[in-house]
């Protein structure tokens, strides 16, 4: 019985492996991936870091979407990571893709800070109690945060990116606001670019809902704990017509 499906990219005939029963790559994939390509040029130059690759497919379209970028992608399950070893190897794309297979909570034993102009991660969507974990241990920790968490990813953020460097991360829009706090608690280090939301991978919902900084008067503690108004994104995210949000952040200090 066959344990891949082989899987068209729809792209310069770029085709990748995925494991049948474990982890699938979906279009929040595509979706993470289109938006960072309007947010580079077609000659974008510099150093690229995805945070848990799966099987590859994110850095696989860039590296093959942008000629001069050059992607360091980690991957903590050890059949995920071979999995993208295989990838990368098929489209021949290794010159240009380094994988490293390591938990990305130890980054900092890994890489200097500032070391990346880009940071980009699909992350599990899930807390660890939230939802019906499945029978899949593979799919287990690709959707549940069991071994890394919202709060790590922006951590991870903040220590890779280069000054102006620009992370993307996209989440279901049920954690936005909670995004939005852990943010707004690292915003000596990070600030919101953009808040995207999405129906699906055809469908960017138009939504006039920016991430505002209300900097205090001197004396004055803050007048807000997030970006985002609480109260207008709640009569929002009732809404039915969007899923997901991809945020867009950048690096504006230094890592001490």
Same mark, same amino acid.
């Given at each position: 019985m066959c344990k891949y499906t082989y899987d068209d990219l729809l792209y310069n005939d770029l085709k990748i492996f995925q494991h049948k029963n474990g982890y699938r790559s979906s279009e929040d994939s595509l979706i993470l991936q289109d938006c960072i390509l309007n947010y580079t040029s077609k000659n974008f130059l510099g150093n690229a870091f995805e945070f848990g690759t799966g099987c590859g497919i994110i850095s696989i379209l860039l590296a093959a979407k942008r000629e001069n970028i050059s992607l360091t992608s980690i991957e903590v399950q050890s059949s995920l990571y071979e999995l993208a070893e295989k990838n990368v190897k098929y489209? $021949? /794309? !290794? %010159?240009?893709?380094? /994988?490293?297979?390591?938990? =990305?909570? *130890?980054?900092?034993?890994? @890489? !200097? %800070? =500032?070391? @990346? $102009?880009?940071? @980009? !991660? *699909? %992350? %599990? @969507?899930f807390e660890p109690n939230e939802g019906r974990l499945s029978p899949i241990r593979e799919r287990q920790i690709a959707k549940h945060e069991i071994l890394c968490s919202l709060v790590d990813i922006l951590d991870i953020f903040s220590y890779l990116l280069k000054l102006d460097g620009m992370g993307f991360v996209i989440y279901p829009k049920t954690r936005c606001l909670q995004f939005d706090s852990e943010l707004y608690k690292r915003r000596d280090n990070l600030k919101p670019i953009a808040y995207k939301f999405y129906q699906n991978y055809a469908n960017e919902v138009k939504i006039n809902l920016m991430p505002k900084f209300q900097k205090p008067k001197k004396g004055e503690s803050s007048p807000q704990n997030s970006f985002l108004p609480p109260n207008k994104f709640s009569e929002i995210i009732a809404q039915n017509n969007f899923n997901l949000f991809v945020a867009v952040v950048q690096k504006i200090r230094n890592y001490d």
């Open positions: 489209c $021949e /794309l !290794s %010159p240009k893709i380094t /994988l490293i297979h390591m938990d =990305g909570r *130890n980054v900092a034993k890994k @890489f !200097s %800070p =500032g070391t @990346f $102009e880009i940071a @980009f !991660s *699909n %992350p %599990p @969507f």
